[in-house]
């Protein structure tokens, strides 16, 4: 029983020093930056090609795919959504000559997190990871 015992004591300290839900939330929030970045990417070829980023989309969001305006050249076939299943947050300004994306931060400790973002798009008291054009 003893054995029992500081087993259980053992295996509690084990997972709150790894904490796997903080583990989690830092894998969903480097999937959002990379996410980020191949919008990003996507968005820089749409650019180059023609003058200037996309207008707002449905939603404030990037959807897939993303073409020019007559749908002649596809950039991106399958835009990339949040670990959620949402939309990353679009925001271009400047007459489409720049642009923000956002994501809502799990891990509010990231140094990379940022306090201020569109309003609604994540919970109240949320961090955001926010990219924009170079």
Sequence with gaps: MVVIAVIG????????VID???QMRKGEDGRRKAD???IQTGLE????D?????SVYSGNSVQSPLRSPDNSITYMQNVPKDPNGINYYYAP????????IYACAKNVNDL??????PSGYCPSGSKFYRYSSP
Excluded: D, H, M
């Design 9 to 16: 004591i053992l295996a509690a300290g084990v997972l709150a």
């Design 20 to 22: 796997p839900i903080a």
């Design 36 to 38: 980020l970045k191949q």
């Design 45 to 48: 070829l749409y650019r180059s």
């Design 50 to 54: 023609l003058g200037n980023y996309p």
């Design 93 to 100: 300004y400047n007459s489409n000559r720049s642009y923000y």
């Design 112 to 117: 990379e997190a940022i306090t201020s973002g």
